[in-house]
């Protein structure tokens, strides 16, 4: 399974960015996917999930101003955010659960190492 994602880039606060990530080589159903980010110094901590079903669920911060959506006929997991604030400067990093031994992940704001990851992409938000 290979992830790609793109979009991350320097912006002012209050602005919005797309982020996009590619989905290869996934032959098997994922129990969900995800965007989550690691800011400087900090852990890795869960933004937003969708699972098979397109439900969807949120990190408290960002409730309101991040969007996760999907195009499944081309493979591509999506993060809109909006209102973006100097507290969302992070990498953020695309992910899928497909090991039926780590679905719990699902509803958990960590993630196991041990799913899919992608390379990151960096989001900088200025003030």
């Known amino acids: 399974v290979q992830l790609v994602e793109s979009g991350g880039r320097s912006v002012q606060a209050g602005g919005s960015l797309r982020l996009s990530c590619g989905v290869r080589?996934?032959?098997?159903?994922?129990?969900?996917m995800g965007w989550l980010r690691q800011a400087p110094g900090g852990g890795r901590e869960g933004v937003a999930t969708?699972?098979?079903?397109?439900?969807?669920a949120y990190g408290d911060s960002v409730k309101g101003r991040f969007t996760i959506s999907e195009d499944s006929a081309r493979g591509i997991l999506y993060l809109q955010m909006n209102s973006l604030k100097p507290e969302d400067t992070a990498m953020y990093y695309c992910?899928?659960?497909?090991?039926?031994?780590?679905?719990?992940?699902?509803?958990?704001?960590?993630?196991?190492?041990?799913?899919?990851w992608g390379q990151g992409t960096q989001v900088t938000v200025s003030s």
């Open positions: 080589s996934l032959t098997e159903d994922s129990y969900c």
């Open positions: 992910a899928a659960v497909t090991d039926s031994r780590r679905a719990s992940d699902c509803s958990s704001g960590s993630w196991s190492p041990d799913n899919h």
């Open positions: 969708i699972n098979g079903d397109g439900v969807t």
